[in-house]
């Protein structure tokens, strides 16, 4: 994968102040940092300072700036890194600048790789510390795949999507060995990843190699129950119903008319098995193989099924699925189902206007009608507040959704 921009303009606001005063701020109790002498006289502060800075611009000079690692002293090494990364302002660190911060440290880390690790363990504000521990889990995931993932995990919450291909390569090595013990001790693993913040704007699926044999319904509920979603982390498991949509079609088939039936969310699962179906066979042949699973759903089900396999955010695909070979009764049924089952689960007026919204204004109002219940009531304003309805019209939905 290749590596993009990766730090946040918010990092750097928070690291240029703290950066200037952490190597002399003194500890609670009279202590001072461990990057400074006891007791420094202003100019020692000022030649240390500036030495680091000189450091700093050499290092922004070179291509490849880990080439002058070993020239900087060892109690150095660390602020000199911190003053190099606030040169750059905020915003300034770019795709290339990244790729050289890295570099930088492969270089300690190839040197001396506890002392690399104290220096990234012991920073306090969060956006640095998770800069520098994810970049030192880069420098091990080759040579210690272990001891990388250890620092992975070790930095807290993540703010930023992962860009180190690197990473990608030691998790996914990681993840194989755990499945030669077993689908549960690949979610232990999994498990221990800190979850991610809402500044998190990416995430990204890894595959692992699944035995035809694996127990892809432990595995699946598993993830389900103790992952979560996959925006709870940078990383997510992908690949696992296509495995066993590719291995055992039937069995992967009645899991996912359980989770319909459940009522849940099973985006990911649909989408993957879908993609097995249009691979092998082509999308139009996914499609009619859809429309005949939806035809042998009980009623009310099929409106659990589009409201849990996520074109609701894309209501394009349901009506361009009933347009290859759906009726005018059975899309005028599926449609009213879905947003009845939507209003029931989530309640999201947000996605039964988006639904809506591709119809008339006269469709809209008479599948509004066909709604019922209490969380139905409670959105008809929200739904109908953008359609410039009268208001007449409005209390005809609502009587109508009040009726019982």
């Known amino acids: 994968m290749k590596r993009a921009w990766w730090l946040l303009s918010v990092l750097l606001a928070f690291a240029a102040g703290w950066i200037s005063g952490r190597a002399d701020a003194p500890k609670a109790g009279g202590e001072t940092s461990s990057l400074s002498p006891r007791a420094s006289s202003p100019s020692a502060t000022v030649a240390r300072e500036t030495s680091r800075n000189r450091w700093a611009e050499k290092l922004r000079e070179q291509e490849q700036p880990g080439t002058l690692l070993h020239e900087i002293p060892a109690k150095d090494r660390g602020p000199t890194i911190e003053a190099w990364v606030k040169s750059f302002g905020v915003g300034g660190l770019d795709g290339e600048t990244v790729n050289q911060f890295w570099n930088v440290l492969d270089a300690w880390v190839a040197e001396d790789p506890d002392a690399a690790w104290q220096w990234a363990s012991g920073i306090s504000e969060p956006g640095m510390r998770e800069l520098a521990m994810t970049g030192i889990a880069g ?4 040579s210690d795949p272990q001891r990388a993932f250890d620092c992975l995990v070790a930095h807290g919450e993540f703010r930023h999507a992962i860009s180190d291909s690197r990473l990608f390569g030691m998790m996914t090595r990681l993840s194989n060995e755990a499945l030669e013990k077993g689908p549960l001790a690949l979610i232990d693993l999994w498990e221990k990843l800190p979850k991610a913040n809402d500044s998190v704007n990416s995430y990204s699926g890894l595959k692992v190699e699944l035995d035809p044999a694996t127990d892809f319904r432990l595995l699946l509920d598993s993830i389900r129950s103790r992952l979560g979603k ?3 982390r940078p990383l997510y498991l992908s690949g696992v119903m296509e495995t066993w949509a590719t291995s055992q079609p039937e ?3 009645g899991y996912l008319i359980e989770r319909i ?3 849940e969310n099973f985006a990911d699962e649909w989408s993957e098995m879908r993609s097995v179906i249009a ?3 082509g999308s139009a042949a996914a499609d009619q193989w859809t429309l005949e699973m939806l035809r042998q759903l009980p009623e009310g089900d099929r409106g659990s099924f589009f409201a849990g396999n996520g074109w609701l955010n894309s209501p394009n695909r349901i009506f361009d699925l009933m347009q290859t070979g759906a009726t005018e009764e059975e899309s005028a049924q599926w449609i009213t189902e879905t947003l009845q089952a939507t209003a ?6 947000w996605k039964i206007g988006n639904l809506l919204g591709q119809l008339p204004i006269e469709k809209r109002i008479e599948y509004l009608k066909a709604l019922r219940g209490t969380k139905a009531q409670e959105s008809i304003g929200e739904i109908t507040g953008r359609w410039n309805l009268t208001a007449s019209q409005v209390a005809e939905i609502r009587q109508a959704v009040a009726t019982p």
């Open 230 to 232: 996959t925006t709870d």
């Open 139 to 142: 420098s091990f995931a080759a």
């Open 261 to 263: 039936a459940a009522k």
């Open 251 to 253: 069995e992967a088939r």
């Open 344 to 349: 029931d689960g989530d309640g999201s007026a």
């Open 279 to 281: 691979k092998a066979h």
